[in-house]
């Protein structure tokens, strides 16, 4: 079983729509959580960073974390045909000595926003 | 502008040769990391370097080399005895104080 598990889609949507992406995982070690955006042949790019279980909000994104029930999700509010891309969900331990860069990835999930 | 510089793009090679990746960052980070994706797997952790002249191996060091001569720069070879060398290789770096890992636009190699 992988550490963390990713929706694989494909998801294809109509402009407008709410998009939700989620992420479970095995390790209660992780700490800190990640959601990047992929556009094709090109690197990740952060989206939101959090730390603790709830909410985070940036603009039409919301970070959700479940410590609990080692669940993560992202939502993305009136979807854009340029929120076309893939989505990987990232985490990582704590601090104390680990490499702030090792980080465990989910699978990736491929979004497509048609107008 | 800040960032991270990965070449080529785009590299091909013959089953057998050596190869390397180049990634160079005027960033000013500490931290550099090596990552490998492929098609629905998401990315996997080659090697890493917190400080000039050290490195340790990440989940899938085996068949790969680096080195970090220079706080800058964390060349990637990709060896004669990695036996699926075909990827996107990703290069990122990290600041301080735990701040998000920020990635270069990669280098697509295709061994045949």
């Not at chain 1, 080692?70 to 076309?84: A, E, H, M």
């Not at chain 2, 996107?88 to 998000?100: D, E, K, N, R, V």
Request: with cysteine; aromatic share 12%; proline share 5%.
């Amino acid at each position: 079983q992988k550490e963390v598990e990713q929706d694989p889609g494909p998801l294809s949507v109509p402009e407008g729509a709410i998009v939700s992406l989620n992420c479970t995982y095995s390790n209660s070690a992780f700490q800190y959580f990640m959601w990047y955006r992929q556009y094709s042949r090109k690197g990740p790019e952060l989206l939101m960073y959090t730390y603790s279980s709830g909410n985070k909000e940036d603009g039409r994104f919301t970070a959700q974390v479940d410590k609990s029930s080692k669940y993560i999700s992202l939502f993305i509010r009136d979807s854009q045909p340029s929120d076309s891309a893939t989505y990987l969900c990232a985490m990582r331990l704590g601090a104390g000595g680990t490499s702030y860069g090792k980080l465990t990835f989910g699978q990736g999930t491929i979004l497509t926003v048609h107008p | 502008d800040g960032g991270i510089t990965q070449s080529p793009k785009y590299l091909f090679r013959k089953e057998g040769q050596n190869v390397t990746l180049s990634c160079e960052q005027n960033l000013n980070h500490d931290a550099m990391y090596w990552y490998r994706q492929d098609p629905g797997q998401g990315l996997r952790l080659i090697y890493y370097s917190q400080i000039v002249n050290d490195f340790q191996k990440g989940d899938i060091a085996e068949g790969y080399s680096v080195s970090r001569e220079k706080k800058e720069s964390f060349p990637l070879t990709v060896t004669s005895a990695q036996k699926n060398p075909t990827a996107f290789y990703l290069c990122a770096s990290i600041g301080q104080g735990g701040s998000p890992l920020h990635f270069g636009n990669g280098t697509r190699l295709t061994v045949t």
